[in-house]
């Protein structure tokens, strides 16, 4: 069993070009099914049948995961039972024959634009770190992109003529994400300013092509880049979580309510698919609900008027 599931990671990571992240997942929760089969008698995947999944369905309830989690690894299995369909393994995949369980649909979590003024006012521009994190909280917001992506660029990716970005997106696929000028400004700024002074303290040459760097001269990590999202937030005194992907989210958002289209909102976020973005419709379907209830004046009227 093992060695079919070390083939499958591989053809993730070689032919799928699937993220670092979705490998980890994969392998370590397909892994979590392959040890309870294996507690269960079954020594190959052959041996794997509907009721062996039923009971891993219900071992996995008996520990509280969420609906949405449970959801995901029976997904995973079934994206491996194809592999192992394909690579004539199988002769049937059986963890198709389970429906995947209901899922709460969970509206992404977003941030008034005062709020996002308020964030953008905290970092202490007469400091290099200063200035670097403006330019940071500036980019999130104006471009939508992902820590991830953020953390990516190389200084050879911004072109201040252009107000954009070459952004290697999932998959490694590359697209370009717009900025405004208030951003542009900021990231002028700091690489004019702030940058030099951060090379100072660098330790290796090889990061020296980094946009964004720590106090070390080095690329700055995924991690610091949360910490300053999420005392930013604390400084400007919003009361709940906030992460690099609410920004995201608020970006979206923003643009949406904005009368952004929503195809063009896809290809800025960088989705695969238009049902992924689709989501932000009912974030502002909300809003605007909210609206009209705190403000028509007969939109919560009980007098029983015709």
Known sequence: MEEQLNRFIEYLRLERNASPYTIKNYGSEIHEFMEFAKGE???????????????YLLWLNSRQLSSSSVARRLSELRSFGQYLLRTDELAQN????????????????????????????TPDTSSAAGLRDRAILEVLY????RVSELVGLDIGD???????????GKGDKERIALLGRPACRALDAYIS????????????????????????????SSR??????RKSAIAAGIPRSVTPHV???TFATHLLDGGADLRYIQ????????????????????????????AHPRAQSGDGAA
């Not at 041996?47 to 062996?52: A, I, R």
């Open 267 to 294: 290809e800025l976020l960088g989705h695969a698919n238009i049902s992924t973005t689709q989501v932000y419709t009912h974030v502002s379907q909300e809003r605007l609900r909210k609206v009209y209830l705190g």
């Open 224 to 229: 610091s880049v949360n910490t300053l999202i």
């Open 158 to 168: 911004y072109e201040s003529d252009g107000q954009e970005l070459r952004v290697l």
């Open 41 to 55: 008698g079954a020594e190959t995947w052959q041996e794997v049948g509907v009721p062996l999944i039923r009971r």
């Open 247 to 249: 920004l995201r989210h």
């Open 94 to 121: 059986m963890f198709r024959l389970i429906s995947l369980p209901r899922t709460a649909e969970r509206l992404p979590k977003y941030l008034e634009y005062d709020e996002v003024l308020a964030m953008l006012r």
């Open 142 to 145: 104006a471009s939508g992109v």
């Open 193 to 220: 300013v702030g940058r030099p002074e951060l090379l100072k303290g660098r330790k290796e040459p090889s990061t020296s092509s980094a946009m964004f760097l720590n106090r070390f001269g080095g690329r700055l």
